[in-house]
DNA sequence: GTATTTCGTCATGGCCGTTGACAAATTAGT
DNA sequence: ACTAATTTGTCAACGGCCATGACGAAATAC
């Protein structure tokens, strides 16, 4: 009574709309014919829906495209260059980042700024942020983009609310409701761990390419000051019961091991954080000192370095074991700032996979492959633009222009 | 052009008919214009997909039912108790069990043979599976129950295409095709690991009370000879890439520990195994020596006997506090045979959760509570009955008669 | 140049949920 | 006891949406 009953035809309908969008991002461009033998509509309903998507302004036509097999070859459908767009923004420990993309998953504006923003006051951040915002849309509006929705990045716990930030150690921050706290033009606002959004990317970026049979899943590690990781299990992010999955940092390693902040004792955090690593590698950490300048010593050969990300490398990977006997993944990515250490990462960490989980998963003969992120650290930024895309791409009905 | 188009709009109505069972199904006898209200569709919506399935004999009317509130009370709809069954099968170490249920989740008909199935010939353990079938099915069709789906439980790791027994160590399997060697006519066949189905026949017990917002996510125990779990995220069954998700015993809880069969070193089940805790109390595993043995000291106050389950309990916190931290589940539950030893088992299960997992969750100031399973060792019989019932109610059009 | 294949569109039809109204059955109030 | 109010279940009319089948259009194959 109360809400007036969601008529179950409109949702078909709308589903279908979105069905044939999500076609067109991630296939290319396609024919009608091509988009109905993909989501097994006819050619004649994929016709109404095209049209529909066409006069709202979603969809461009391109001249017919495609020779080599017989038969009149079809118009070439393509997702608009204008119109709707996605905003991701990032709020990194020293740097605040904002871009654009378009419907075709094309990046138009881009713009970081370095700040510093360790113990900040979330209103100054947050009013940097927004300036940052303003002017990204106006170029955007230059380009005929007009924001469609908003995702941000932290690097910290959000609610399930996808609002409030309930725990960001490294910025200071503790229940700060951030959508509340951002520009309102630019659609509704999103807040989503840095770690899920750069899963994510990895998901849903050019390179990723599914198994054949259905969605993939995968252990997405990556490293700001702690140790996160976001898991993809059969195409879907796990955000656990309160927000908190894929706490990887604090997987017990050594049991009665070295005290960690958290209470607990031996977690991976202790051995393969960021703290702990440098410490092992002769560097003191302070502000400035971080992963980067451990990947130089690396590069240069510096062997206390070699054998301190060795050393975190075996940690990791004892950690990774669990994971991997726990989720059964379809493979372990390191991503992240973690993934330029990939070259003296990954070796150590293979090993323990290779050890700890060939024959406990039921005797497959290649462990897990493990691989490095492509995308580096880019990957919040990118996920978060395109989660936005995404949303919008799921309600047709809202982008509809005129 | 192969298949014909799958019609959207059958499938809506489909899809509506299945809301409308598995809405009886799960909140007991209601009218008409409650299960409208529960599903979201109007009165004269549910009233024809009620009529239809009265027609085909799943539902039958109850004579009008509640007083107490103004208006006039509507007529109290049920599943029927005829009809349609699921039908469920156990292959356990020492025993196979059979039971048949309503598609109302009663059980209807049960039968368990004690037999010794370790490192037995498939086709003569699947033959005498087969005759219990049959008599089961005998005294199902005396019930007017018709079995509409059978689903199997079996101690080991099955193929994703819930047929094929990859590896089942206790019974000395491999590649056993089930589906293949079983009765034709009590429908689609189905096996699954048995703790996979414990954890979702706790997910679907009456006694389960889901969290206020959405789906439920736990962590489900179990131990046959080795240490299982089964994972339930989001009221979805993690299976795993490759159908191997759960395999808890071999967490690494001490990294450089005892070696495992496995190849690894420490892994949980070379200290909370079946075999290393009745060594630890003093007992030499054999047939006929289990937990049950086990138990039943703990009950006399044998001090090795508590002690050793006490350091078992220790060692399952540990892995346990890694599976919380990376999954963030709302419960754990331990389940199976492993249910019994809860009164010795939960105190240091629960102290090391509460010791490893308390701050790394976010602050979260209860951590994870510990419960044991009321079904005990029923679990995966119930499950997988309960399995085949849900699979039937998924798809009606199966289902009417006439 | 004809046959074949494929594409996009159109008119028709069927299915299905909604809308709005109505009779039936009960409770609340006088 | 009688009326008002409330809720239930049903019916007829309506509208939306996809399927069907046929058609012209545009390319290739022989």
Known sequence: MAQPAPKAQHEMRQRNLSRVLHTLAA???LSR???AAEIGLTRAAVSTLVDELLRGGLLVEQGPGRSGSVGRPGTQLLLTDRGPCGVGAEIGVDHLAVCVMDLRGDVRVRAVHATRNQGSDPAVVLHALGGMLHTAAERAAGLGLRPAGLT???PGLVARDSATVLRAPNLGWHGTDLAAALPTDLGRVTVENEANLGALAELWSAHH?????GPDSFVHVSAEIGIGSALVLDGELLRGAHGFAGELGHLPVRPEGRPCSCGGRGCLETYAGEEAVLRAAGLEPGPGVRLGALTERCEAGDRDALRAVKQAGTALGIALSGAVNLLDPRQVVIGGSLARLAPWLLPPVGRELARRTAVAAGGRS????????PLGPDGPLLGAARFAVRAALDEPAGLLRS
């Open 152 to 154: 941000v990045a932290v």
């Open 209 to 213: 390419v599914p198994p054949e049979g």
């Open 27 to 29: 296939g290319g461009p």
């Open 366 to 373: 290649t462990p897990v492959p493990v691989t490095a992120s």
């Open 33 to 35: 014919a091509a988009v």
